[in-house]
């Protein structure tokens, strides 16, 4: 008598483990988006997380890229309990055809989320050069997913799958050079950031004067959003005067040196006085701060 083959306990617990790594990649995207969309700063042990989250990479179609991730989560979650929902002793049938047809799609998404994640991997070192704690695991889970797909459970056609993964990957790799394309600008390349739409009041740009006459700084790069709207603050006419140093060896007139020296860990930071003032500052606490005494009718007419 022929016994039965055991199912291996991964083919088992495939879906399961699959759905508890989505939930949990749902939770650290959730969090990302918040602090995206309130301006906030994300608490993160190691250095760098802020830089990598502030840079115009993270953003997408004017939304956070850590929304889109969520979105992708929770995709992968939907398709990987979606079987528990059919019956299989009444619609055994239909429950054997969903989960066919989610296994191929939590297949082409895993991949999907691995080949972007992996580019997003490659910006933060070579381009954005920090390092972001919550990018790395979120990197991390969509290659655990990925493989996942991959052993979870019997592989029939692997032809499919290989053919499947080479249309996915190089559709996603396309996406994403067309996505980033707008960042490669000559503007970007230039290093000179965006463009400072605002004017400034003659009190904006006798508190610029005033900043650089007793030595402040104001550290940042220039693809920090922070830091842009930190200028637009000031506006056009006063950016030109005030104690900007660029930290960033790509942007214009690089001094990064300076910012290692100062023991920067994010952008904006204000140095007055001898004192460190993290992220963007209104116009009337940086004029109490350095002690100026002009008029402080700031505004941007």
């Known amino acids: 008598m022929l016994r039965k083959r055991s199912t291996p306990w991964i083919h088992q617990k495939s879906r399961f483990i699959i759905a508890a790594l989505a939930a949990f990649g749902a939770v650290v995207t959730s969090y990302l988006t918040i602090v995206k969309l309130t301006g906030g700063e994300a608490a993160c042990p190691v250095t760098g997380c802020d830089q990598v989250l502030n840079s ?9 890229l850590p929304l889109f991730g969520l979105l992708a ?12 929902f059919i019956n ?10 969903v989960e066919e047809w989610t296994w191929l799609l939590l297949f082409a998404g895993g991949t999907a989320m691995m080949v972007f994640s992996s580019y997003l991997m490659y910006i933060m070192a070579f381009k954005i050069q920090s390092f972001c704690l919550y990018c790395v695991v979120s990197a991390l889970s969509s290659l655990t997913l990925f493989i996942l797909t991959i052993v979870g459970r019997e592989l029939e056609d692997i032809g499919q799958l290989v053919m499947t993964a080479l249309v996915v990957g190089m559709v996603t790799i396309i996406a994403a050079l067309a996505v980033y394309a707008p960042l490669n600008n000559p503007v970007a390349d230039e290093g000179t950031g965006y463009n400072i739409t605002t004017a400034s009041a003659p009190a904006n740009i006798a508190l610029a004067e005033h900043l650089t006459q007793i030595d402040a700084k104001m550290y940042g790069a220039y693809w920090c959003t922070h830091c842009q709207t930190q200028k637009q603050l000031f506006g056009k006419e006063a950016v030109s005067k005030m104690p900007y140093i660029e930290c ?8 990064p040196e ?4 100062a023991n920067i860990q994010g952008y904006p930071t204000w140095e007055i006085n001898g004192k460190q003032y993290s992220g963007v500052q209104q116009l009337e606490d940086l004029a109490r701060l350095s002690g100026y005494t002009g008029s402080r009718a700031f505004g941007n007419p």
């Open 56 to 64: 115009p990479y993270a953003t997408v179609f004017g939304l956070p």
């Open 88 to 97: 299989p002793e009444t619609q055994k049938g239909r429950r054997t055809q």
């Open 248 to 255: 960033d060896s790509s942007g214009k007139n690089p001094q």
């Open 73 to 84: 989560y929770c995709t992968m979650g939907t398709m990987a309990v979606a079987p528990w």
């Open 258 to 261: 300076l910012c290692q020296a």
